[in-house]
Structure formats: C-alpha cells, structure tokens
Antibody
C-alpha cells in the first residue's frame, strides 16, 4: 500500500525553525516528484514547495522562498522541509504529497499524507 | 488572493447536476493541464480529476472535468449528500514556476 507519513510539526516561536519529514512507502520513491502543501485553519490549500525525483530540481512558493528548503533522501525514502525564519502566518496543517506519474512537481498529486500541524506563536 | 479563481460556494439538491468553475491565465491553465481535488477539513485531500478530464481509479463517473482556453470546470451529476465538501482546482504556473491552487469551492447538498 502506498503511504506517506509526516512528522516534525509542533510549536515554534516567530523567527524560529522547524524541520518536517515525510516517510514514503509502497512505491519506487526516486521515480516521483514530491511536494509539500499546507492549509491554514479555515483557509484553502496552498502549495509550498516541490522537488524532482532525483532531487536536482527544487521549487518554492513566493511566500516561503528564501526561508524554506526542501530536500530528499532517496536511500531512505524521505522528503524533508526545513523551515527557517518562521512567521505567524506559516501556522498551518502541512501535507506531504506524491505526484501521480511524473518527475516534475507540476503533475497531479495522487497520494497525500494526513498532515502535521505547525504552530508559530510567541 | 488565489492565482486561480473559483466561486466560494456552490449548492444543489440530491440528483442534480452542479458545476464548479476555475479561471486562470495563459501562464497557468492556458499552458498546463488542470487537476481537481476534494477535501474535508482534517482529512487528506483526494485527487478527483487529473489532466483536465481523467478520473483516477475509484472515482465515480459522476465526476467529470473539462478545460477550454484559460478556464476549467468540474461537473458533478447525480449529486449525493456525501459529495459535500471543499473542491479545489490546481495547475502549474509557468511564470511563477510553482503549483497554484484555486481558493476552493464549498459544495453544499441541500
């Protein structure tokens, strides 16, 4: 069964850091681009960042560019999101998502994790 | 404000047909395929339609998608109570070099 399991969420202060991880299983991980998508409570879905299957291509939403870094370890089937200089507006439920059939994060997301909550507050 | 524009709400009675629109521009919908997701708060989003009009395995054929120019739409026929939830369109934006989502449409079955 294809599964994604996020971890690493929690409480951080404004200006602080958190590192999210997503453990994948049930598919050939290196063959698929992966993304992080978030949802602020009561708001819509917002794509945050994506990475190609090889890890050579990384992409970011303008709202996190320069503060967040996405990476992957294909030997461990994990994708991570290092979040620095956190802001109150980064408070959200963060989902890990797998592309359906492509090495590019612009493909449809066919498998999603259940998410991990990030709260940024003083 | 979202790059893709969706109506904030839609509604219908059981058995009816409803459509949800998604409007973009040349750099996103005009140049790339559109995907649709459904999402209930607190759960994982679910892919409904990919590549404009393709249904993943397990999605009923009551759901259909289409695209024309810089707009796309999702149609649901034979509306059922379990179809209630939030619906999002999404696509890649070549100018932003990023995936973009619509603001979401909350569907209510009356």
């Amino acid at each position: 069964e294809v599964q994604l399991l996020e971890s690493g969420g929690g409480l951080a202060q404004p200006g602080g850091s958190l590192r999210l991880s997503c453990a994948a299983s049930g598919f050939t991980f290196r063959g698929y681009a992966m993304s992080w998508v978030r949802q602020v409570l009561g708001k819509g879905l917002e794509w945050v960042s994506g990475i190609s299957g090889s890890g050579g291509g990384t992409y970011y939403a303008d709202s996190v560019k320069g503060r967040f870094t996405i990476s992957r370890d294909n030997s461990k089937n994990t994708v991570s999101l290092q979040m620095n200089i956190l802001r109150v507006e980064d408070t959200a439920l963060y989902f890990c998502a797998k592309t359906r059939d492509s090495n590019h994060p612009g493909d449809a997301f066919d498998v999603w994790g259940h998410g991990t909550v990030v709260t940024v507050s003083s | 404000q979202s790059v893709l524009t969706q109506p904030p709400s839609a509604s219908g009675t059981p058995g009816q047909r409803v459509t949800i629109s998604c409007s973009g521009r040349t750099s996103n919908i005009g140049s790339n395929t559109v995907n649709w997701y459904t999402h209930l708060p607190g759960t994982a989003p679910k892919l409904l339609i990919y590549s404009n009009d393709q249904r993943p395995s397990g999605v009923p054929d009551r759901f259909s998608g289409s695209k024309s120019g810089t707009s796309a739409s999702l149609a649901i026929r034979g509306l059922q109570s379990e179809d209630e939830g939030d619906y999002y369109c999404a696509t890649w934006d070549d100018s932003l070099n990023a995936e973009v989502f619509g603001g979401g449409t909350r569907l209510t079955v009356l």
